[in-house]
């Protein structure tokens, strides 16, 4: 700790040179832009995409858009912690579960979500049912894996103590197990929302919903409007950012952190 | 783990007094079951007649259009074309982010000024950049490398640039003190200590690469790959094609992850006692 502090002014120097890096990159975009070399209905200048942006916030069109992806991301994110989380504890525990689904999820794990997504849509029509289930597939992967090591890797000292001490099943796995899973539990959320979060842009962009920020990128293609398509780039990063950092960095302070638990299982 | 002790004890013992070759025929045989499981779920639904066969084809039909599309050589010239594009794009990416990521390592401008960039670019999905970069780069090839290569490069900076920080500063010093010049301290000390960084952002990246390439192919409509021949079964309702098509790609994957990475792994840093296999 007492080396961050000695680093203060380096530490500042280092925002000041990225801020710095960050207005040089967006004044020698502006510069290319303005320049005219290429269109500008291909490379826009920086204020129009940002009055876009403005615009379609105001006019409520882009939340709605961020809304709809939201939602069919968070569906098909939550139907596989629903089945992963339990499947990858149950193979943590149980050999014979282990034994018959650990060969089929390597197998099924390098297929990449969006190659199913035109025979979801055959089997399953146009439409959400179809980027719900795609991105489930794609978050499911990384919950189980993640899960089933967590369980694993409990300490045994820990089980062997709150057995010594008494702890029945349900006490053991609700006071121990769980909690001592928690660090690579939540690794697994993170990975499996970084892929649903992927997989949701692309399956938008093929169903071809009506709302939802991957179509209205891919929808902005057709009329050459790149202002809307980078507007919906830096929603969607924004989106992804602030669940990387707020969601899941606050269920991290509260849970594992709070219990010194990332550096115990590390010790 | 408690029942593994237990488990243990009475199973192998017998298997073992044998031979080697009985045991690792259960263990196949074990490995085998649950495919075998599914196989017939999903013969029996398929014959049941509830969904129509041409969306829900019996497993022969998958095997025979696999059979029939590799003999006539029409999968084997997508395969190839897909792969070609998966390496070169990922070659790019390779060269650019292991070299961005070591110098964000050693230099402390270059990290200041490029750690930003990166990390504005690193959370956007690649799929969303894919409408933006066939605007820029047209339909085609040119697109579909380059947003692959695109996708691959964060991880690999990332990696890259962890690992570089990561090389123990008492290697570096104790070089120096031996008299290493730049060049031999970074070839003989920097590079093989962060390597297994540098590998595991690879393996990352092409594991991206890999995900991202099936949907380009769909929207940068190319004429011969394996998203595209998905997409285009889609077409003519050619789910047998289409499950085919799936399966070669899964196929791809697990080799490029356990062949060729496990290997790599292999032959350099586990060899070099710097991680455990």
């Known amino acids: 700790m007492s080396l961050q502090r000695t680093m203060s002014p380096q530490r500042l120097r280092s925002i000041v040179r990225g801020t710095l890096a960050l207005l040089l990159a967006a004044a020698a975009y502006e510069a290319i832009a303005r320049s005219g070399i290429f269109p500008k209905a291909l490379l826009p200048a920086l204020p129009k995409v940002a009055g876009t942006l403005l615009d379609m916030l105001a006019d409520g069109s882009m939340l709605r858009h961020a809304f709809y992806t939201l939602a069919r991301m968070l569906a098909g994110f939550a139907l596989a912690v629903v089945i992963g989380l339990p499947l990858g504890i149950l193979m943590g525990r149980v050999r014979a579960v282990e034994g ?39 978050a499911l992967f990384p919950m189980v894996l993640n899960a089933w090591s967590g369980v694993r890797s409990v300490n045994q000292l820990w089980l062997r103590a709150a057995g010594a001490m008494g702890a029945d099943e349900t006490a053991l796995f609700w006071k121990v197990m769980l909690p001592g899973a928690a660090p690579f539990i939540i690794a697994g959320l993170r990975q499996a929302f970084q ?13 071809s919903s009506d709302w939802g920020l991957g179509w209205v990128i891919y929808d902005a293609k057709e009329f050459l409007n790149a202002d809307v398509m980078l507007a919906s780039l830096a929603v969607i990063g924004a989106i ?6 707020l969601v899941f960095g606050s269920l991290e302070r509260a849970t594992v952190l709070r219990w010194g638990m990332v550096w115990a299982t590390k010790g | 783990m408690q029942e593994t002790v237990s488990d243990a ?17 259960q263990a196949a045989a074990r490995t085998a079951l649950p495919f075998l499981v599914v196989g017939v779920l999903w013969e029996i639904t398929a014959h049941l007649g509830q969904f129509p066969p041409r969306l829900f084809p019996p497993l022969e039909d998958v095997a025979a259009a696999l059979v029939r599309l590799t003999v006539a050589g029409i999968l084997p010239r997508h395969a190839a074309e897909t792969l070609l594009r998966l390496l070169v794009g990922f070659g790019l990416a390779a060269i650019v982010g292991v070299g961005l990521g070591i110098v964000m390592g050693r230099s402390r401008l270059a990290e ?14 690649g799929a969303a ?3 933006l970069f066939l605007l820029w780069f047209g339909l085609g090839n040119i697109s579909a490398v380059l947003l692959v290569g695109f996708v691959a490069t964060f991880p690999i900076i990332f990696n890259t640039w962890t690992g570089v920080k990561a090389v123990k500063e008492i290697w570096v010093r104790s070089a120096q003190a031996m008299g290493a010049d730049q060049s031999r301290l970074f070839r003989l000390v920097i590079l093989p200590g962060a390597l297994p960084y540098i590998l595991a952002g690879l393996r990352l990246g092409l594991a991206q690469a890999w995900r991202i390439l099936v949907v380009v192919e769909l929207l940068a409509a190319v004429p011969w790959g394996l998203g595209w021949l998905i997409f285009g079964a889609r077409e003519f309702l050619n789910t047998d094609v289409m499950l085919a098509a799936i399966v070669v790609i899964g196929a791809i994957g697990l080799v490029l992850e356990n062949l060729v990475f496990r290997r790599l792994e292999q032959s350099t840093v586990v060899r070099w006692g710097m991680m455990v296999a």
Do not use: N
């Open chain 2, 112 to 125: 200041d000024v490029l750690l930003p960039l990166v990390s504005i670019g690193a959370p956007i999905p």
């Open chain 1, 195 to 207: 892929r649903s979060w992927i997989a949701v842009v692309g399956a938008e962009m093929i169903t």
């Open chain 1, 100 to 138: 018959f689904f650990l060969p089929l999820v390597s197998a099924l794990m390098p297929i990449p979500s969006l190659a199913w997504v035109p025979v979801f849509i055959l089997w399953f029509g146009l439409g959400d049912t179809v980027a719900v289930l795609v991105v489930c597939y794609a």
């Open chain 1, 240 to 245: 992804g950012f602030l669940f990387e950092r």
């Open chain 2, 129 to 131: 950049y894919a409408p």
């Open chain 2, 9 to 25: 004890r009475p199973g192998p013992e017998p298997a073992q007094g044998r031979s080697g070759a009985q045991a690792r025929w």
